[in-house]
């Protein structure tokens, strides 16, 4: 009986030990694991997304474009992208929904969201003789002669302007300008009013723009960089159609280090492979100042 409660005594501890072990085990594994970058609590880009080991956000001027990007607001973690007529998006390509009202017509689609975000810092700094855009057939939509009482009137190809409202820099009225701009621009028409420029010269509010109907732009909201091996990385914001929240893009190659796309992928002649679009290096266009 002794020798029954010896062995059994061992076989116990055999046990303990195995399964002291595999404890242990699932500790280093989870030590190793890639961190994760996502702040549930952040309401802003800056705020819910940290940078990957190694890598640090690359300075932005106070009061920049960069700056405003960087610190749009966010709904919080877990939110939908959802349409402007309140449906869900059902396909996963976002990590974070920009806090920004789609409207509630089929308009803020993707070079839409580009020229909201563009539009809404200049508006918001008060600049609002650099608030301007040009239709697909060339008219150019300036925001000062809006606001001067002026509004547009298509006809065919062929859009003019009328003098037929009181001046005005109430924000609706300029929600109301943007929505014009929104039916009447598009990919095609930034293409020809935005300059080329090279992807290692590239600041957070550049974007990757196809210009073509159809085409698909997306911004960068947020760069970083690894001082020691001077790799960079990047965060896409965009819409897409039908018109829907502004979003931030996943990152499906590396999901480590989703929200940021390496822009190394230039070097290799690589494509930047977003959920929805693929965009090459020389696509990368910046507005003029």
């Known amino acids: 009986m002794k020798k029954l409660l010896s062995l059994f005594a061992l076989f116990a501890l055999l046990f303990l030990t195995s399964c002291a072990g595999s404890d242990n085990s699932v500790q280093v594994s989870g030590q190793q694991k890639q961190k994760s970058l ?6 802003t880009v800056q705020e819910r997304f940290e ?6 956000r690359v300075s932005v001027d106070d009061g920049s474009f960069g700056e405003y990007l960087r610190n749009l607001p966010l709904k919080s973690h877990g939110s939908r992208v959802r349409y402007y007529n309140g449906g869900v998006k059902l396909k996963d390509v976002h990590e974070a929904v920009v806090d920004i009202d789609v409207g509630e ?9 580009v020229i909201r975000l563009r539009a809404e810092y200049l508006y918001g700094k008060e600049q609002y003789k ?3 855009f040009n239709f697909t057939n060339g008219f150019n939509a300036d925001y000062v002669t809006w606001r001067q009482g002026n509004r547009i009137a298509v006809e065919g190809n062929r859009a003019k302007w009328v003098k037929s409202a009181g001046q005005s820099t109430d924000y609706a009225s300029f929600r109301k300008y943007l929505d ?3 039916a009447y621009a598009g990919t095609l028409s930034l293409s020809q009013e935005m300059k080329q420029v090279p992807l ?3 600041q957070i509010g550049d974007v990757f723009l196809k210009g073509a109907t159809p085409g698909h732009c997306a911004i960068v909201v947020d760069m970083a960089e690894n001082q020691a091996t001077g790799e960079k990385l990047l965060m896409l914001a965009q819409s897409y159609m039908p018109a829907q929240d502004i979003h931030i893009l996943k990152n499906p190659q590396n999901k480590g280090w989703s929200p940021w796309y390496s822009l190394n992928f230039g ?4 494509k930047l492979k977003t959920p929805e679009w693929e965009f ?4 990368l266009v910046r507005f003029e100042e």
């Open 51 to 56: 940078t990957p080991d190694g890598f640090t």
């Open 38 to 43: 996502i702040n549930e609590s952040g309401m």
């Open 280 to 283: 090459t290096a020389n696509q």
């Open 267 to 270: 070097k290799i002649g690589e």
């Open 200 to 202: 290692e010269e590239m």
């Open 105 to 113: 017509r089929d308009l803020q689609q993707c070079a839409d969201a």
């Open 180 to 182: 014009m701009v929104f």
């Open 130 to 132: 650099r608030i301007h």
